[in-house]
Protein backbone atom coordinates (compact mmCIF):
# COMPACT_ATOMS: atom_id res chain seq x y z
CA UNK A 1 0.00 0.00 0.00
CA UNK A 2 1.46 3.46 -1.19
CA UNK A 3 1.90 5.85 1.81
CA UNK A 4 -0.54 9.17 2.90
CA UNK A 5 2.07 11.56 1.64
CA UNK A 6 2.46 9.89 -1.35
CA UNK A 7 -0.67 9.64 -2.85
CA UNK A 8 -1.36 13.19 -1.42
CA UNK A 9 1.15 14.32 -3.40
CA UNK A 10 0.05 12.86 -6.41
CA UNK A 11 -3.03 13.91 -5.99
CA UNK A 12 -2.07 17.94 -5.73
CA UNK A 13 0.30 17.14 -9.10
CA UNK A 14 -2.87 15.56 -10.86
CA UNK A 15 -5.09 19.12 -9.61
CA UNK A 16 -2.25 21.17 -11.34
CA UNK A 17 -2.54 18.91 -14.38
CA UNK A 18 0.31 16.15 -14.49
CA UNK A 19 -1.94 12.45 -16.05
CA UNK A 20 0.68 10.39 -14.62
CA UNK A 21 -0.07 11.85 -11.15
CA UNK A 22 -3.66 11.22 -11.62
CA UNK A 23 -3.60 7.33 -13.24
CA UNK A 24 -1.30 6.59 -10.24
CA UNK A 25 -3.52 8.50 -7.72
CA UNK A 26 -6.48 6.57 -9.01
CA UNK A 27 -4.37 2.73 -9.36
CA UNK A 28 -3.02 3.95 -5.80
CA UNK A 29 -6.79 4.34 -3.99
CA UNK A 30 -9.23 2.89 -6.42
CA UNK A 31 -9.47 -0.74 -4.15
CA UNK A 32 -9.72 1.37 -1.23
CA UNK A 33 -12.54 2.80 -2.54
CA UNK A 34 -14.24 0.65 -3.95
CA UNK A 35 -14.23 -1.81 -0.62
CA UNK A 36 -15.49 1.07 1.44
CA UNK A 37 -18.76 1.44 -1.18
CA UNK A 38 -19.10 -2.12 -1.71
CA UNK A 39 -19.38 -2.01 2.25
CA UNK A 40 -21.69 0.92 2.74
CA UNK A 41 -23.98 -0.01 -0.50
CA UNK A 42 -23.57 -3.32 -1.92
CA UNK A 43 -20.97 -5.25 -3.87
CA UNK A 44 -23.10 -5.30 -6.66
CA UNK A 45 -23.47 -1.63 -7.06
CA UNK A 46 -19.44 -0.30 -5.88
CA UNK A 47 -18.11 -0.75 -9.03
CA UNK A 48 -20.41 1.99 -10.35
CA UNK A 49 -20.22 4.21 -7.38
CA UNK A 50 -16.18 4.00 -7.82
CA UNK A 51 -16.56 5.61 -11.06
CA UNK A 52 -18.78 8.09 -9.71
CA UNK A 53 -16.56 8.93 -6.84
CA UNK A 54 -13.83 9.39 -9.02
CA UNK A 55 -15.48 11.11 -11.47
CA UNK A 56 -16.21 13.93 -9.00
CA UNK A 57 -12.68 13.81 -7.66
CA UNK A 58 -11.13 14.43 -10.55
CA UNK A 59 -13.06 17.30 -11.38
CA UNK A 60 -12.56 18.48 -7.57
CA UNK A 61 -8.89 17.76 -8.22
CA UNK A 62 -7.79 21.64 -8.97
CA UNK A 63 -9.47 22.85 -5.99
CA UNK A 64 -7.72 19.77 -3.56
CA UNK A 65 -5.43 21.86 -1.33
CA UNK A 66 -3.88 18.88 1.16
CA UNK A 67 -5.63 19.90 4.17
CA UNK A 68 -5.82 16.62 4.87
CA UNK A 69 -4.43 13.08 3.29
CA UNK A 70 -5.62 12.89 -0.24
CA UNK A 71 -7.42 9.40 0.45
CA UNK A 72 -9.58 10.82 3.21
CA UNK A 73 -10.61 13.69 1.39
CA UNK A 74 -11.31 10.48 -1.94
CA UNK A 75 -12.84 8.89 0.87
CA UNK A 76 -15.27 11.50 1.53
CA UNK A 77 -16.58 11.90 -1.65
CA UNK A 78 -16.88 8.16 -1.81
CA UNK A 79 -19.08 8.87 1.40
CA UNK A 80 -21.13 11.73 0.18
CA UNK A 81 -21.52 9.67 -3.44
CA UNK A 82 -23.12 7.05 -1.27
CA UNK A 83 -25.08 9.02 0.72
CA UNK A 84 -26.55 10.43 -2.87
CA UNK A 85 -27.19 7.29 -4.25
CA UNK A 86 -29.21 5.89 -1.19
CA UNK A 87 -31.20 9.30 -1.32
CA UNK A 88 -31.75 8.59 -5.42
CA UNK A 89 -33.09 5.33 -4.16
CA UNK A 90 -35.56 6.35 -1.73
CA UNK A 91 -37.99 7.48 -4.42
CA UNK A 92 -38.24 3.70 -5.85
CA UNK A 93 -37.71 0.14 -4.33
CA UNK A 94 -34.39 -0.76 -3.99
CA UNK A 95 -33.60 -4.76 -3.94
CA UNK A 96 -30.62 -5.79 -2.07
CA UNK A 97 -28.43 -7.97 -5.19
CA UNK A 98 -26.75 -11.20 -2.99
CA UNK A 99 -23.62 -12.92 -4.72
CA UNK A 100 -24.46 -16.66 -6.00
CA UNK A 101 -21.72 -17.30 -3.67
CA UNK A 102 -24.01 -16.76 -0.70
CA UNK A 103 -26.65 -19.83 -2.34
CA UNK A 104 -23.60 -22.43 -2.59
CA UNK A 105 -24.60 -25.95 -0.87
CA UNK A 106 -20.82 -25.94 -0.27
CA UNK A 107 -21.11 -23.80 1.69
CA UNK A 108 -23.44 -24.91 3.95
CA UNK A 109 -22.25 -28.33 3.71
CA UNK A 110 -18.97 -26.94 4.96
CA UNK A 111 -19.77 -24.23 7.74
CA UNK A 112 -19.80 -20.99 5.97
CA UNK A 113 -16.69 -19.01 4.27
CA UNK A 114 -15.27 -16.97 7.20
CA UNK A 115 -15.26 -14.16 4.67
CA UNK A 116 -19.44 -14.28 3.51
CA UNK A 117 -19.94 -14.62 7.05
CA UNK A 118 -18.08 -11.80 8.21
CA UNK A 119 -19.60 -9.53 4.91
CA UNK A 120 -22.61 -11.11 6.28
CA UNK A 121 -22.25 -9.65 9.96
CA UNK A 122 -20.96 -6.34 8.44
CA UNK A 123 -23.86 -5.81 6.42
CA UNK A 124 -26.14 -6.29 9.23
CA UNK A 125 -24.71 -3.63 11.49
CA UNK A 126 -26.78 0.02 11.72
CA UNK A 127 -25.20 1.75 8.63
CA UNK A 128 -23.59 4.71 10.75
CA UNK A 129 -21.72 1.70 13.12
CA UNK A 130 -20.78 0.11 9.82
CA UNK A 131 -19.37 3.35 8.32
CA UNK A 132 -17.10 3.65 10.78
CA UNK A 133 -15.71 0.04 11.41
CA UNK A 134 -15.19 -0.34 8.09
CA UNK A 135 -13.42 3.08 7.45
CA UNK A 136 -10.68 2.34 10.87
CA UNK A 137 -11.08 -1.53 11.12
CA UNK A 138 -10.92 -2.78 7.40
CA UNK A 139 -9.45 0.51 5.43
CA UNK A 140 -7.17 1.35 8.52
CA UNK A 141 -8.17 4.80 8.91
CA UNK A 142 -7.49 6.84 12.47
CA UNK A 143 -10.27 7.44 14.27
CA UNK A 144 -9.40 11.47 12.95
CA UNK A 145 -9.06 10.68 9.51
CA UNK A 146 -12.70 8.52 9.40
CA UNK A 147 -14.23 11.64 11.69
CA UNK A 148 -13.06 13.58 8.78
CA UNK A 149 -15.09 11.28 6.25
CA UNK A 150 -18.11 10.50 7.98
CA UNK A 151 -18.44 14.21 9.05
CA UNK A 152 -18.63 13.57 13.08
CA UNK A 153 -16.34 14.21 16.09
CA UNK A 154 -13.58 11.91 16.55
CA UNK A 155 -15.24 11.01 19.81
CA UNK A 156 -18.37 9.62 17.52
CA UNK A 157 -16.34 7.52 15.34
CA UNK A 158 -14.77 6.01 18.79
CA UNK A 159 -18.46 5.37 19.90
CA UNK A 160 -19.65 3.87 16.54
CA UNK A 161 -16.54 1.68 16.28
CA UNK A 162 -16.60 0.00 19.77
CA UNK A 163 -20.82 -0.55 19.21
CA UNK A 164 -20.12 -2.08 15.39
CA UNK A 165 -17.71 -4.41 17.81
CA UNK A 166 -20.26 -5.44 20.34
CA UNK A 167 -22.67 -5.92 17.47
CA UNK A 168 -20.57 -8.46 15.71
CA UNK A 169 -19.29 -10.03 19.20
CA UNK A 170 -22.94 -10.46 19.94
CA UNK A 171 -24.20 -11.55 16.19
CA UNK A 172 -21.17 -14.29 16.57
CA UNK A 173 -22.10 -15.45 19.96
CA UNK A 174 -25.73 -15.87 18.59
CA UNK A 175 -24.59 -17.90 15.31
CA UNK A 176 -22.72 -19.99 17.81
CA UNK A 177 -25.74 -20.73 20.17
CA UNK A 178 -27.69 -21.33 16.88
CA UNK A 179 -25.13 -23.49 15.08
CA UNK A 180 -25.18 -25.53 18.59
CA UNK A 181 -28.75 -25.96 19.27
CA UNK A 182 -28.83 -27.34 15.78
CA UNK A 183 -26.09 -30.00 15.81
CA UNK A 184 -27.28 -31.21 19.64
CA UNK A 185 -30.51 -31.63 18.10
CA UNK A 186 -29.69 -33.58 14.79
CA UNK A 187 -27.01 -35.70 17.11
CA UNK A 188 -29.52 -36.94 19.72
Known amino acids: MTDDAQITAWALAAGRGDRDAASRFIRATQQQ ?5 AVLIS ?30 WLLTIARRTAV ?7 SRPRTVPMS ?7 LARDGFDRQVVLERLIAGLPAER ?11 LSYAEAAEVCGCPVGTIRSR ?7 LVAAVDS ?7 RGGS ?3
Open 33 to 37: VRRFL
Open 43 to 72: PAEADDLTQETFLRAVRALPSFAGRSSART
Open 84 to 90: DHVRAGT
Open 100 to 106: DRYDSPD
Open 130 to 140: REAFVATQVLG
Open 161 to 167: VARARED
Open 175 to 181: RDRRAER
Open 186 to 188: TAG
